[in-house]
């Protein structure tokens, strides 16, 4: 009897072992950076024409739940929808995201089983982020979220309606999902790079994703028994030597798989470290990745990938596509009413595309163009002509997108403010309002450096398209004096040589949003106060608060009623005249191609190095004469020394 039950316990032993030993395939399907793009787009009327055009659109939000749902049914192994942050902030339906919170809304029904934050969920405040938390909640429309690394500050109360949101579990630090027979650990991070663009989650801060990825993995193996890690990370993927999220896999051991995003990376492949599979879809929901892995004796290993290009030959799922017809009304209604607009209102026209480049560009052009224009609209005195803005500056990381002509050349209003979506006022409703500065000639130089110097270190963001004003650089002159002349636009359209030299004490009126305008003033505290900004106002004092130079678009009535930007840009383009008599506004053709405001002239040539140059050059050249004297003269010591002993 004892030998029977022995052998009955072998044989349960090894059936079980031999179970264990099974090959286990689990599909994780994963977006990142979709930023409210629920349309296809661009421009959006070629998708709703149903046109020739509609093969071209790309995106959509109701076709990427057909792909969820499709690669759902279609398996038998487990699958996981996954998001890694920033689906908000991009498009008009992200305008009433805290008291409809539209993208949870969407995601919940379309199937998304996990996200995490990313740096523009938190662009409304952190009770803005709560509220939108709430929001869905309330209605049960929640995903489950999961975000590792926030430090609330218990000193400050602005966080304290966001920390209670993440102490109720509504957000939480990790999640178990076990799937036939394996233990799934999912933890979101937001990585360094995006925290740096996160300036309106504070007090909010984020603790170190690398320590917190290392207490992740400890307590989903140790405590929790994961056999698979996924991080959710909002990091990012970029050239050189600073990619976050291949930094975290080789610094971090145990992370089966990164769902990377904030970088707008498409990787048509994953990347292997290690044992850590790395993969990103891009942006806006132009593609959606689907990954199969395989879990064998404890081991992950990639089995396939595929990179699904989202267009015209993937059909919208019916409830997802409804859904969305009713939030573009709820937003003609709440929102655009008050404009005269509606969503699809046909505002304009072009005959070419503008494209959003990484590089002075025609969009960039016109949306610093406008931002100058409707700055002199609202608060100009002509009987004090110091009061008229002679700049207008737009920063690349906050022009989202640029226009299409597409089938028809039509732009709708959805189209146009994609271009410039993003933000929260002074007064806490959406969108950046227009300030004003002013500043001296030395001053237009350094902001036109960060072009220069900046923007090769940080990256794309924080290239800079202006209006009112032309530069040309040598990129071979030393950081923050490469700027080597400079004009501005008199009020006949000329453009005459810019005075920037410390004697000139005649001041200049910049316009731009409220953020950038932050930027400037803290960017000498980058740059060991080398291109320190002093904004002033209009008797050259010190401006203590950016808030009180909003524009008011309305005198008349008591407080700021906040100039918004993306009001700016629809009526300068309802500005521009009918030149094809169809009753609708033209872009005009000087938009066809970058006006060549930024000018580049690389040289070597020792007199365009050092030529004009400010106290940092010639330090620099000073150094350069030190260590070469130091190198002569220490190479005929030795010289000398070598032939004493000979």
């Not at 049960?140 to 926030?150: G, T």
């Amino acid at each position: 009897m004892k030998f029977t039950s022995a052998l009955i316990f072998s044989i349960l032993i090894c059936l079980a072992s031999s179970l264990k030993a099974e090959e286990t395939t689990i599909t994780f399907i994963h977006t990142n950076d979709m930023h409210s793009h629920f349309i296809p787009f661009a421009p959006e009327l070629d998708y709703f024409e149903n046109n020739p055009g509609a093969g071209k659109t790309a995106g959509g939000w109701a076709r990427i739940a057909s792909i969820i749902k499709l690669e759902k049914e279609k398996r038998s192994n487990p699958v996981f929808a996954v998001d890694a942050g920033d689906y908000t902030m991009g498009s008009l339906f992200h305008m009433p995201a805290r008291e409809e919170s539209f993208e949870m809304t969407l995601m919940k029904k379309m199937g998304y089983d996990v996200v995490t934050l990313g740096n523009h969920e938190f662009d409304l405040y952190p009770d803005g982020l709560a509220q939108i938390i709430k929001t869905a909640d309330r209605k049960k429309v929640l995903p489950e979220i999961v975000f590792s690394n926030a430090l609330f500050n218990p000193e400050k109360p602005k966080d304290d309606t966001l920390e209670e949101v993440f102490k109720s579990g509504l957000v939480k630090p990790y999640i178990i999902k076990e799937r036939d027979g394996v233990r799934i650990g999912f933890f979101g991070i937001m990585g360094k790079g995006a925290a740096g663009d996160a300036p309106f989650a504070s007090p909010v801060k984020f603790k170190d994703p690398i320590e917190t990825s290392r207490e992740m993995v400890r307590i989903l193996k140790e405590d929790e028994k994961a056999d698979i890690i996924v991080c959710l990370s909002h990091s990012g993927l970029s050239r050189g030597i600073r990619s976050e999220d291949e930094d975290l896999a080789k610094k971090v051991k145990g992370i089966d798989i990164i769902i990377s995003g904030h970088s707008h990376t498409k990787l048509d492949e994953p990347i292997i470290s290690g044992d850590t599979i790395i993969v990103q879809s891009g942006s806006y929901g132009q593609n959606v990745g689907i990954l199969d892995i395989t879990f064998k004796d404890g081991k992950t290993a990639l089995k396939n990938y595929t990179l699904t290009r989202i267009d015209s030959s993937i059909p919208d799922d019916p409830a997802i596509k409804s859904m969305i017809s009713s939030f573009i009304e709820m937003i003609n209604r709440r929102v655009l009413k008050d404009y005269n607009l509606s969503y699809l209102q046909i505002i304009g026209k072009t005959g070419f595309d503008l494209l959003k480049i990484e590089d002075e560009a025609a969009i960039g052009n016109l949306l610093s163009d406008a931002i100058r224009w409707q700055a002199n609209r609202y608060d100009y005195n002509p009987d004090d002509p110091v009061t008229k803005t002679r700049i207008g500056i737009k920063a690349n990381g906050v022009i989202r997108d640029g226009l299409i002509a597409g089938n028809t050349g039509k732009i709708t209003v959805a189209d146009l403010f994609r271009t410039l979506p993003l933000g929260i006022g002074v007064d806490n409703t959406m969108g950046y309002p227009i300030t004003t500065c002013y500043v001296y000639g030395y001053e237009i130089k350094r902001a036109l450096e960060v072009v220069t110097s900046v923007y090769p270190l940080k990256g794309s963001s924080y290239f800079m398209q202006i209006s009112g004003v032309k530069f040309r650089y040598n990129p071979k002159r030393v950081l923050f004096d490469r700027v080597t002349a400079i004009e501005i636009e008199t009020d006949s359209g000329e453009y005459v040589p810019l005075d920037y030299s410390k004697s000139n004490r005649e001041l200049y009126r910049v316009a731009s949003n409220i953020y950038e305008a932050a930027f400037l003033k803290m960017i000498g505290s980058f740059t060991y106060n080398i291109l320190e900004i002093v904004p002033k106002d209009r008797e050259g004092n010190p401006m203590e608060s950016l808030a009180d130079f909003r524009i008011d678009a309305d005198k008349s009535k008591p407080g700021v009623q906040e100039l918004k930007e993306w009001v700016a840009i629809m009526e300068y383009v309802r500005s521009f005249k009918d030149r094809t008599g169809d009753g609708l506004p033209d872009i005009p053709e000087r938009y066809r191609e970058p006006q060549g405001r930024i000018i580049i002239e690389s040289s070597l040539n020792p007199f365009k190095l050092l030529s004009g140059g400010t106290a940092v050059t010639w330090g620099a050249f000073a150094l350069f004469l030190f260590l070469t004297a130091v190198l002569i003269f220490s190479g005929r010591f030795i010289v000398k020394r070598i032939f004493r002993k000979k």
